[in-house]
């Protein structure tokens, strides 16, 4: 069983940069052939695929976020990170950390998810 977990800081200010790390158990990130994202939900909205890192260390972003995100990954502790840069209070979201057997797509595994909020 794959278990995902986020952590982090709840709390941001604006301009300031979010870090995220995702830590994984019962499998690891470097298993072909899958990805690993992040997802966040804004509240009262839907959700948003931000980017991903393959088993390979591929990343993938989305195009609205590439300039400002960067997704990373630590294999000796199985964890993968994401940093948001430069926040806004549009950025305030839930964030998942997910498995997929495709880039965006087939998640199979979902971590319990972390509210950030950015505020001055």
């Known amino acids: 069983q794959v278990q995902l977990q986020e952590s982090g800081p709840g709390l941001v200010k604006p301009s300031q940069t979010l870090s995220l790390t995702c830590t994984v158990s019962?499998?690891?990130?470097?298993?072909?052939?899958?990805?690993w994202n992040w997802i966040r939900q804004p509240p009262g909205k839907g959700l948003e695929w931000m980017g991903a890192?393959?088993?390979?260390?591929?990343?993938y972003y989305s195009p609205s976020l590439k300039s400002h995100a960067s997704i990373s990954r630590d294999t000796s502790k199985n964890q993968f990170s994401l940093q948001l840069s430069s926040v806004t209070p549009e950025d305030m979201a839930v964030y998942y950390c997910?498995?997929?057997?495709?880039?965006?797509?087939?998640?199979?595994?979902w971590g319990q998810g972390t509210l950030v909020t950015v505020s001055s």
């Open positions: 890192i393959a088993y390979d260390g591929s990343t």
């Open positions: 019962g499998g690891s990130i470097t298993t072909s052939y899958y990805y």
């Open positions: 997910t498995r997929g057997a495709t880039m965006r797509g087939e998640y199979d595994y």
